[in-house]
């Protein structure tokens, strides 16, 4: 059997000697961004997504061994692990192949068949299957016994069934070759319960539906099971179509025949052969479909789990790693109607130094009063970017931030839609009213609002990254397994930017390779009290910092203007020693080299290599120190909504606007176009040539411009196409869109039943009504 390295190594498409070095890295507390990053030599350059594939694995495969071992323990204690069990055993390649093999030495209660096991019923049993010339009732009438619970023939008969039904229920082969025939031949099957249909019809795609079980997607698989949790459907996976009539004349099935064959059993006439094949019939349908469907259903949900924990957590890398607007002043505008529209003002550090609410629109309507509250507010801190909320009142206060561009031109202001997912979450939250104290919860969301637009991942961080709102069916998905995906997301984020150890916030320093939200806490601590550090090496002051945390997150803390230039650039203070070097052969000052990409570009890396620092090691720190702490984030850009667009009432078909990528699910993606409804981008309207995965072609935050294909407003819907110079209808959708998996801007998205009364066929509407897509008011977070 191969070890766990070898089978780690055929799933990265990697070799033994790497997943050793990582695992023993690992093992010894390395975290995955710097094993990534400053031990490409140790693991032979294993890249991050093949790290964060071998930890998974090596997770499952530990689990694995420590579940073979308690079995092979178990079976001994038994006394019944013989040498061919224990090669069964150790050659176990799955969880489900490992338990199979374990079913029938697990402890259990009292069943049926031990019953009649210890009224002596097992020789009628064996001597049955063994000669079906026996006649059955004839054999039975010798082990009826009223002192042993027999009292008759029935009673003896239905005792030898039982006993061949777990006999038949237990043999692991067979188990195994029945589950995956029911996989690749099934298909799942549900129905509306009784008295259900108005209640549940947001699932009325669902009501009356079947397919096979290998061609159902994850969204699709997600909807079925909430709508059966929901009480909503009735939800059954079915091997084979089901045979109407009497259960006596019924023709056996394949899964059943395909029993009968394992223990030979055969209709040929002979006086056993009915009751035989009755006992298999009994096994498939009490015992063996039950137990084999529900190891289905855990196949189907672990599937589709994965695959909507992959999509949440490449929209998070997506959203994480949009473009900043950089250290500039920022005016945040939270926009409400009642309430007003909160105004909160950063500098270009992220500091707040001033606070209103003005009240623009109903219903004070105090324009004129709002305006020059901004412009004062503006001209008094410098002030050039707006950022604005993209929630209730968003549009009107856009257009208000338009007027206020156009009478203080000389300002030179920009204005800039942005997101508010989870700028509520945030406001009411324990670290929020530690930094914001004295400001109150409505307007420390505006703050939120202003921070996120000049550095989306410092501020982004601050929040439970399901409360982002990017994924879709997130409620329904183990908390574990999408707390640890998206936990390692946001750790490979913000180490591959790196941050800035002066003013980074506690819950960025914790997201960084070998911190921790303690050691956060103890760095800016320290920082507060002795003043901001001056190099890399003051970092080993921080108390608790020791020197294999100072290893693991020193090289993404970076130091701007400190005392060693290379503070500030993604070289590990290890290698410090291989730029001294390569200064002294170009025979130049650190303050002069860095930034020369002229004398850097003709540099050999080889050249610089000792027994530590191999050339991918060297590579890297040349293009650091030709781009010291270069960010892999995109430059800062803007979209612009089409002026006169604010409401549905204004959509057009064949209008061309532009627009921000909000979400991307499997069929196809959602864009604002700054008119409260986001509108659908069909996988089939994403570009002209086949797409299998929208996200190989936009991806969230990404500016994107669109045609509009159609407008629905009665339930408020919007299809949008990218391929502008095709004015035909796009092909039909491979797919249907899940019922749920609408853009979400809260933790909590509230759902609402489609009006399918009238639906047009064409694709966009299609998956509109199989996804009952209505977001709920604009703004809810």
């Not at 249909?197 to 079980?213: P, Q, R, V």
């Not at 499997?666 to 700054?674: E, H, M, N, S, T």
Request: glycine share 8%; hydrophobic share 40%; with cysteine.
């Amino acid at each position: 059997m191969q070890s766990i390295n070898q089978r780690i190594a055929d799933a990265i498409a990697g070799e033994e000697r790497q997943v050793e070095a990582a695992v023993a890295l690992l093992d010894g507390g390395a975290t995955v961004p710097f094993i990534a990053r400053y031990r490409k030599e140790v693991t032979g350059g294993l890249d991050d997504a093949q790290l964060r594939t071998l930890e998974e694995r090596l997770r499952y495969l530990r689990e694995l061994e420590e579940r073979r071992t308690a079995i092979l323990d178990s079976v001994r204690e038994q006394g019944k692990l013989d040498a061919a069990l224990q090669r069964q055993i150790e050659e176990a390649d799955s969880k489900a192949r490992l338990e199979d093999i374990y079913l029938p030495f697990k402890p259990k209660r009292r069943t049926k068949a031990q019953i009649a096991r210890e009224a002596g019923l097992g020789p009628l049993a064996e001597g049955l299957i063994a000669d079906p010339t026996r006649d059955p009732r004839r054999e039975a009438e010798r082990f009826v016994s009223a002192d042993k619970g027999v009292a008759g023939v029935d009673e003896a008969l239905e005792g030898a069934r039982s006993i061949l039904v777990e006999r038949f229920s237990e043999d692991p082969e067979l188990i195994g070759r029945l589950r995956e025939d029911f996989w690749t031949q099934g298909r799942a099957v549900s129905k509306v319960r009784d008295g259900k249909a108005t209640e549940g019809a947001k699932f009325s795609d669902y009501f009356d539906y079947a397919e096979k079980l290998t061609r159902l997607p994850s969204h699709r698989i997600l909807a079925l099971f909430r709508g059966e949790k929901e009480e909503v459907l009735e939800l059954r996976l079915e091997a084979e179509p089901e045979q109407t009539g009497p259960l006596s004349q019924r023709q056996p099935g394949a899964f059943e025949l395909a029993i009968a064959r394992r223990f030979n059993v055969a209709d040929r006439g002979r006086p056993a052969d009915k009751w035989l094949m009755d006992c298999v019939r009994w096994a498939w349908r009490t015992k063996i479909a039950v137990h084999v469907g529900l190891d289905l259903r855990m196949r189907l949900w672990q599937a589709a789990e994965d695959e909507a924990v992959k999509i949440f957590a490449g929209n998070l890398r997506d959203l994480l790693l949009a473009a900043p607007a950089g250290a500039r002043a920022t005016m945040g505008l939270d926009p409400g109607f009642r309430t007003g529209v909160k105004v909160a003002v950063v500098d270009a550090t992220g500091k707040v130094v001033d606070t209103g609410v003005i009240y623009p629109h109903e219903p004070q309507r105090r324009w004129d009063e709002a305006l020059r509250t901004l412009g004062a507010l503006a001209a008094r801190h410098k002030v050039e970017l707006i950022a604005i909320g993209n929630g209730t009142a968003s549009r009107e206060t856009d257009k208000l931030a338009g007027e206020l561009i156009a009478k203080f031109p000389e300002a030179k202001l920009t204005k800039v839609v942005v997101s508010e997912a989870g700028a509520s979450v945030y406001s009411a939250s324990a670290f929020a009213s530690a930094e914001l104290p004295d400001l109150d919860v409505s307007i420390r969301g505006a703050v939120s609002i202003a921070r996120r637009l000049q550095d989306p991942l410092a501020e982004l961080v601050k929040i439970d990254p399901k409360s982002i709102g990017v994924g879709q069916y997130q409620h329904d998905l183990a908390e574990h397994k999408l707390s640890r995906s998206l936990d390692a997301v946001v750790e490979d984020c913000v180490n591959a930017v790196g941050v800035d150890v002066n003013t980074a916030s506690a819950p960025l320093l914790a997201r960084v390779s070998g911190v921790g939200e303690t050691l956060a806490q103890n760095i800016v601590s320290h920082r507060d009290t002795t003043g901001p550090f001056r190099t890399r090496a003051q970092l080993k002051q921080v108390p608790r910092l020791g020197p294999k945390a100072f290893e693991q997150c020193a090289g993404f803390l970076r130091i701007q203007n400190g005392d060693d230039p290379l503070d500030r650039s993604g070289v590990h203070p290890e290698a410090y020693p291989v730029v001294r070097r390569i200064i002294a052969a170009t025979k130049s000052d650190i303050k002069v080299l860095i930034g020369n990409g002229a004398v850097l570009r003709g540099l050999q890396a080889k050249a610089f290599t000792d027994a530590t620092f191999g050339v991918p090691t060297v590579t890297d720190i040349l293009k650091e120190l030709e781009k010291p702490g270069r960010d892999p984030r995109p430059a800062f850009k803007t979209a612009t909504f089409q002026e006169g667009v604010e409401t549905l009432n204004d959509l057009q078909p064949g209008m061309i606007l532009e627009g921000v990528v909000t979400n991307v699910a499997a069929f196809g993606a959602f864009v604002d176009i700054g008119v409260h409804q986001d509108g659908l981008v069909h996988i089939s309207a994403l570009s002209k040539t086949f797409v299998k995965d929208p996200r190989d072609v936009v991806k969230p935050g990404q500016i994107v411009r669109v045609k509009v294909l159609e407008v629905d407003k009665a339930r408020k819907r919007i299809a949008l196409t990218m391929r502008l110079d095709n004015a035909a209808e796009p092909r039909p959708p491979r797919d249907r869109a899940p019922e749920a998996a609408r853009p979400q801007r809260s933790a909590q998205p509230q759902q609402r039943a489609p009006d399918r009364s009238a639906a047009p066929a064409n694709p966009f509407a299609d998956a509109f009504r199989k996804a009952g897509i209505d977001k709920g008011p604009p703004g809810k977070r």
